[in-house]
């Protein structure tokens, strides 16, 4: 059964006082309570609910609260930036190693065999040389994370 | 906007605008967890996660969105999530353990007298108060967000993470049950 008008302005009263009506509703609700003393009191009512809402009391936090949570934030703020950081840190070395890596191999052709020695074959020789220079490049790159680490932790447990 | 420069800055981490953000939400945010889970030893422990969680994530926050309904979320997560964890039962209100669905409020206001005229300011407010403790957490948080914080209805979808059209829905049920709950414990209670 369709509703009324009257029932479908009821049914929008609460959200009227609560300011959460679209412009048409709203204006839909205003034409109707200047008819209607029922829908208007009714209205007044969700207001004063709405308004004893806003007012009520504002419960503060303890003392000391806000200073440990304070506190509490900013170390691990600080710790955030060290994570950063260390990521950072791991990311060039793991770009350097490879960068050594790449460069290395021609480079030490180069000196050893001359230019040509780069476009000789000799994949076998070749490959285990790369696998060298990989090795330890990532066991440099490997313990020089680990030392920071080991650094940053020292350093954050001083603090 | 200065707040947007707080962000910025506390994105870059500096630690002042950390502690200006803190000092100017402390109450909202206190409030609004207080509102949610109702223990104010729970409601403490929460706070501080709440900015633990900021530090963590500000980094990630896009500056182009509204800040406060973002840390409102980061908030009101922490809340569902601990509610969910620690007492389920809550998240469907009344208050647990009560066979004759008694709430809390209900049980506050039981031992109180009947309203009379002229009743205080305050007297009304703590009535209004424990009506609103008793309605089921989804209401309440859109209550408090809306009434409190004074959120629009959009910022409210985004921080309960529902849609608009569900936020209204829970507005306007959420302030029936309140209007019944008043009616019926405090008959012709004046709020003027």
């Not at chain 1, 004063?48 to 934030?73: K, N």
């Not at chain 2, 633990?52 to 409102?72: G, Q």
Request: charged share 30%; net charge neutral.
């Amino acid at each position: 059964m369709a509703m009324s008008e009257h029932d479908e302005i009821r049914e929008l009263l609460a959200l009227g006082a609560s300011g959460a009506l679209e412009r048409e509703e709203e204006e839909r609700v205003a034409r109707h309570i200047r008819a209607c003393a029922l829908c208007s009191e009714e209205l007044e009512e969700w207001r004063l609910i709405a308004t004893g809402l806003r007012r009520l009391p504002t419960p503060q936090p303890p003392r000391g609260l806000v200073e440990r949570a304070r506190a509490r934030a900013e170390v691990r703020l600080a710790e955030e930036a060290d994570r950063r950081w260390n990521r950072g840190v791991l990311a060039f070395v793991i770009v350097f190693a490879w960068v050594i890596t790449l460069l290395s191999w021609p480079l030490f052709r180069l000196v050893t065999g001359g230019f040509l020695s780069l476009v000789e074959p000799g994949l076998n020789k070749a490959w285990i040389a790369f696998a060298a220079f990989t090795t330890l490049a990532w066991v440099g790159g490997g313990g020089a994370a680990i030392l920071l680490s080991l650094h940053q932790r020292r350093e954050r447990r001083l603090a | 906007m200065a707040r947007d420069t707080e962000v910025a800055r506390l994105k870059r981490g500096d630690l002042d605008a950390l502690s200006e953000l803190i000092t100017r939400y402390q109450n909202r945010v206190y409030r609004f967890l207080l509102r949610i889970v109702r223990e104010p030893a729970e409601a403490e422990d929460l706070f501080q996660q709440t900015w633990l969680r900021l530090a963590e994530r500000i980094r990630h926050f896009d500056e182009s969105r509204n800040f406060e309904a973002w840390l409102f979320t980061l908030a009101r997560n922490l809340a569902i999530d601990h509610l969910r964890r620690i007492r389920p039962a809550s998240l469907d209100e009344p208050v647990p353990g009560d066979s004759r669905g008694e709430t809390a409020a209900d049980r506050l206001a039981s031992r109180e007298r009947p309203a009379i005229e002229g009743i205080l300011e305050r007297e009304r407010a703590t009535r209004l108060g424990e009506a609103l403790e008793a309605l089921p957490v989804s209401y309440r948080e859109v209550v408090t967000l809306r009434f409190e914080e004074e959120m629009k209805l959009e910022e409210i979808a985004q921080v309960v993470g529902a849609p608009l059209s569900t936020v209204k829905t829970r507005l306007r049920r959420s302030l029936e049950q309140l209007r019944i709950r008043l009616e019926r414990k405090h008959p012709g209670m004046d709020w003027q």
